[in-house]
């Protein structure tokens, strides 16, 4: 493989690695699954109590960022030496690029979230973290809508 087919190559995966964390879906208070709608929630309201900026970690058990990282160091590891040196040189390359590869990928993923607590009208309170949207900006004692359906809960205007 050339020098150049090996760039094309490192550039065209490294963009696809990029793209992966791009198309993380995200978790807000108006964003909803595509399993989430019609689904029947129930409403409950209260008051702000609390408003903590947190980081949502980025994924690490997508395979895209691994095997995209993984090809690229096995494809540079390769133009390494020859014979059984070259193979080794192409394994230990895979290996390296595979963590990298997670470890982009996790980066690109991580996202601002916030952790509201929510002190519900029947004297109980909850604490949801989610997604920081700048189209809704919790302060405390506001006046909120707590959404929930199972396990999975929300916090909207």
């Given amino acids: 493989m050339s020098k150049k087919s090996v760039a094309y190559l490192t550039i065209l995966l490294s963009g696809?690695?990029?793209?992966?964390?791009?198309?993380?879906s995200t978790l807000t208070g108006t964003s909803y699954s595509r399993g989430e709608a019609r689904q029947a929630q129930s409403v409950q309201t209260g008051r702000v109590e609390s408003v903590v900026p947190i980081i949502i970690e980025g994924r690490t058990d997508g395979v895209v960022g691994a095997g995209t990282g993984a090809v690229v160091g096995g494809v540079l590891g390769n133009q390494i030496g020859g014979g059984s040196g070259q193979q080794i040189a192409t394994v230990l390359g895979a290996v390296a690029g595979g963590?990298?590869?997670q470890r982009v990928e996790e980066a690109t993923s991580r996202r601002q979230g916030v952790e509201i607590t929510v002190?519900?009208?029947?004297?109980?309170?909850v604490?949801?973290?989610?997604?920081v949207d700048q189209n809704q900006v919790f302060s405390p004692g506001d006046r909120v809508r707590v959404l929930g359906q199972g396990s999975t809960m929300r916090v909207t205007y």
Avoid: K
């Avoid at 696809?16 to 993380?24: E, H, K």
């Fill in 127 to 131: 604490s949801v973290v989610q997604e």
């Fill in 119 to 125: 002190r519900l009208d029947n004297g109980s309170a």
């Fill in 99 to 101: 963590i990298a590869g």
């Fill in 16 to 24: 696809a690695v990029l793209v992966s964390g791009c198309a993380q």
